[in-house]
């Protein structure tokens, strides 16, 4: 069964805690992405990596660090240096080919408690 | 730079009725554009996209989107929404990089009430 898996679903935090979301893709596809989605603002890129071993700063990266190295996971760190860490976060995957649309994990809702 | 709009945070369609979802995009060279659906706690499905061709484009669960060049525009439509067609709908167009990223707009919730 093709597809992108996120766990945990739920995963709460304590301030100054780093915690890491798990992304993992069966659909061998090249690119991978991490969103944060806030109510009434869309969702803003965190990270992308294009291929093994590459990643590049999105829109929102500062407080968060991921690594790339295998091509079916992209797991992303929420650190202590992020100030505001409650979100909704969602992994996708894709080809990287313009015309191809991006696959979605189901998201993990991250609460500092 | 690429930008999406959507200028209405909420529509409101009673069941049966035609409902229009609408996005405005700013891009530098081709568009690629995308409708997602999300349903409460959970990821984003893709619906349909725009690559080249047909300006008028058929997706999954009856939906479809009218690509308007001149006013840039990606609406999307449905003949005659359902219930179950109550969720948040998410615009997008693909970075023109080489990167594959995805830019979107803020969303709109659909509500189509009985």
């Known amino acids: 069964d093709g597809g992108i898996t996120q766990s945990p679903k739920y995963l709460f935090r304590k301030e100054g805690q780093n915690v890491t979301l798990s992304c993992e893709q069966n659909?061998?596809?090249?690119?991978m992405y991490w969103y944060r989605q806030d109510p009434g603002q869309g969702l803003r890129l965190i990270y992308y990596?294009?291929?093994?071993?590459?990643?590049q700063k999105g829109d929102i990266a500062e407080g968060y660090s991921v690594s790339r190295e295998k091509k079916e996971s992209f797991p992303l760190t929420v650190t202590s240096a992020q100030k505001n860490p409650t979100a909704f976060y969602l992994c996708?995957?894709?080809?990287?080919?313009?015309?191809?649309?991006?696959?979605f994990g189901q998201g993990t809702r991250l609460t500092v408690v | 730079a690429q930008s999406v709009a959507q200028p209405e945070d909420q529509v409101n369609v009673a069941e049966g009725n035609p409902l229009t979802v609408k996005c405005t995009y700013s891009v530098s060279g081709n568009p690629y554009l995308f409708w997602y659906v999300q349903y409460p706690n959970r990821g984003l499905q893709f619906l349909l996209k725009?690559?080249?061709?047909?300006?008028l484009v058929k997706g999954s669960y009856g939906f479809e989107a009218e690509f308007n060049k001149s006013q840039t525009s990606f609406h999307l439509k449905k003949p005659s929404a359902l219930v179950s067609d109550s969720a948040l709908y998410f615009c997008a167009v693909r970075d023109d990089g080489n990167t594959g990223k995805l830019i979107f707009g803020q969303g709109t919730t659909l509500q189509v009430k009985p």
């Open positions: 996708a995957s894709g080809t990287g080919d313009h015309g191809t649309e991006a696959f």
């Open positions: 725009y690559i080249t061709g047909d300006n």
């Open positions: 659909l061998n596809h090249d690119a």
């Open positions: 990596s294009q291929i093994v071993n590459d990643f």
